[in-house]
């Protein structure tokens, strides 16, 4: 039994990992912030389905507040640092830089100080897709450039990956960054595409299709995403021997630091996973086509080669069988 702190525990993917980590047997200490840059209500009620039961605990702490934070530190040793709490979201980063600035960077130092004064538990931290900015090679994978962000959510995340790479530099801190491609399913985040479609074709209204739908998204279901990361968690991020400094590698390190993308290596058109949705949804969509907006990429396609080799970990759930456990959730949740 290990004994775990999961950062963002009210969250989407927070949530799902506290429960399968519960459900191996392991002790899982969650912390969250509960803003309401979505409903609180959801993340209250995915909590509610994790308090009280056997080696689950939780404390309501912001990343930012550094004495909250160590104060949990303190609390209990770590067998590993999963972070997953964050501002997400790439468009309203556009409106509101500094709830990024607080969580993203200064909540994320206050994570790596924290380990760094604990015992130096090896780490594992939300990146995301978005890091790839500008880069138009596809795949993207884990040893491209990516110095060209379009967001400042993706500035945020590249951020991080370098912070981390310093921490295991100079104090040996194993950290392993996961770069998250679109995750979707049950419990999801109000503000993603899939969630805002399922609502708006239930309730007979038009959804908003973005750049006239000519977009692609390595869609990836929360089962695998939560399968990918358990692997890591096992697996902390070594130094790399073969790493050379005459031509480095990006996603490794001589340092115990890794990157990897967690996707589904499958990028689907927005309009196919739009049909798939009415398909599970048993209604028609009508589309508001619009042009592209700030910020956003055209297509995201993640090279998963590093994950399959390193913890064998090759995702395994279909897009239309993703899709309608969603739905099933959604109207079991919402009703409709």
């Avoid at 939560?226 to 991020?237: I, Y």
Wanted: with cysteine; hydrophobic share 40%.
């Amino acid at each position: 039994m290990k004994t775990l702190l999961v950062t963002g525990a009210a969250g989407f993917v927070g949530y799902h990992l506290s429960r399968r980590l519960l459900d191996r047997g392991d002790r899982v200490i969650g912390i969250d912030n509960l803003n309401d840059y979505y409903s609180v209500q959801l993340k209250r009620d995915r909590l509610a389905q994790l308090e009280g039961r056997p080696g689950f605990s939780f404390a309501p702490v912001d990343l930012a507040d550094a004495a909250a934070l160590n104060a949990v530190f303190a609390s209990a040793k770590f067998d590993g640092v999963i972070n997953l709490g964050a501002q997400a979201g790439v468009r309203y980063s556009l409106t509101h830089p500094q709830a990024y600035v607080q969580s993203n960077l200064v909540g994320f130092a206050n994570i790596l100080e924290a380990c760094r004064h604990h015992g130096l538990p090896p780490l594992l931290y939300a990146s995301s897709s978005s890091v790839y900015g500008a880069n138009e090679k596809m795949p993207w994978a884990v040893a491209d450039n990516v110095d060209h962000p379009v967001s400042l959510y993706a500035a945020t995340k590249k951020s991080n990956e370098l912070m981390a790479h310093t921490y295991a530099h100079l104090y040996g801190l194993a950290c392993t960054g996961l770069r998250f491609f679109t995750v979707y399913g049950s419990w999801g985040r109000p503000d993603m595409a899939y969630f805002k479609f399922t609502k708006a074709i239930l309730a007979g209204e038009a959804i908003d299709v973005y750049n006239h739908g000519r977009m692609q998204r390595d869609f990836t279901y929360i089962d695998d995403v939560v399968e990918a990361v358990v692997r890591l968690t096992d697996r902390p991020a070594t130094g790399n021997p073969d790493w050379n400094a005459q031509a480095p590698d990006p996603a490794s390190s001589r340092a115990p630091y890794r990157v990897y993308n967690i996707g589904n290596h499958q990028p689907v058109e927005l309009l196919d996973f739009i049909a798939v949705l009415e398909d599970v949804l048993g209604r028609k969509a009508t589309m508001n086509l619009l042009p592209m907006q700030a910020g956003d990429v055209v297509a995201t396609y993640a090279d998963t080669a590093a994950l399959q080799r390193d913890v064998g970990f090759a995702p395994a759930t279909p897009i239309a069988e993703g899709l309608r456990r969603f739905a099933d959730w959604y109207r079991g949740y919402y009703g409709g």
